[in-house]
């Protein structure tokens, strides 16, 4: 069955660096969404990349879609402690229509 | 708007005990969707339901089973709750099943 891998599993930053979460699918995708939950929260979304090859950027954070739209990943620029949170991928390959997703990356960040 | 609500927020239930969660939602979704999240394992699907009338199995569907009420509520039901059902479940909805999905704030279950 569909599968979608993310790594790591945790990432420890200091304020200031930059972060970044890799995510892999096991099949060709038809689009791929971006989840954050905070500690204790629920997940909310982010963002979805459907276009081979789509880089998409919402301030400090960049989103790519892979060429053969197996991979994505999210890179953060010069992380906040307002990033800190888990991070999810969700991907959906075509004809399938449920959403799988990753195991989540938790990335924390030390002042 | 309320967005996605369930109740309850926390529950403790011993072995072999039943309960409902309850998931509502205002947004005029059509699916609906529960999930269980343990750590280290990310979200797993238990059951959805792409549109009023109609529900599937997810991931892990054993021990659980659903009820898609009307279009605003999709309800969990343990029949005989096991300790390895001790997990946080979220609720979520969408327009279309292809589409964003909007989290309720998650009920967290420990089954002793």
């Known amino acids: 069955g569909q599968q979608v891998m993310q790594i790591p599993q945790y990432q420890h930053v200091q304020e200031g660096e930059d972060f970044t979460t890799y995510c892999n699918s096991s099949t060709t995708l038809s689009n791929i969404q971006w989840y954050k939950q905070r500690p204790g929260g629920h997940p909310v979304f982010l963002i979805q990349?459907?276009?081979?090859?789509e880089v998409k950027k919402q301030k400090r954070l960049t989103f790519q879609f892979g060429e053969a739209k197996k991979n994505s990943s999210l890179h953060i620029t010069a992380t906040q402690t307002t990033d800190v949170g888990t991070y999810f991928c969700a991907g959906r390959s075509g004809g399938y229509n449920k959403l799988i997703f990753g195991a989540g990356t938790r990335l924390a960040v030390h002042p | 708007n309320a967005g996605v609500t369930q109740t309850p927020k926390f529950q403790v239930l011993k072995t072999g005990q039943s309960m409902t969660l309850q998931c509502a939602q205002d947004?005029?979704?059509?699916?609906m969707y529960w999930y269980r999240q343990d750590p280290g394992m990310g979200l797993r699907l238990i059951y959805y339901s792409a549109s009023e009338g109609t529900t599937d199995k997810g991931e892990v569907p054993n021990g659980y089973n659903v009820s898609r009420l009307n279009k605003r509520e999709f309800s969990l039901r343990l029949e005989s709750a096991a300790p390895s059902q001790t997990s946080v479940y979220f609720c979520?909805?969408?327009?279309?099943?292809?589409?964003?999905?909007?989290f309720g704030p998650g009920t967290r279950l420990l089954v002793l």
């Open positions: 990349l459907v276009k081979s090859g």
């Open positions: 979520a909805s969408s327009f279309w099943s292809q589409e964003t999905q909007y």
């Open positions: 947004m005029n979704h059509n699916s």
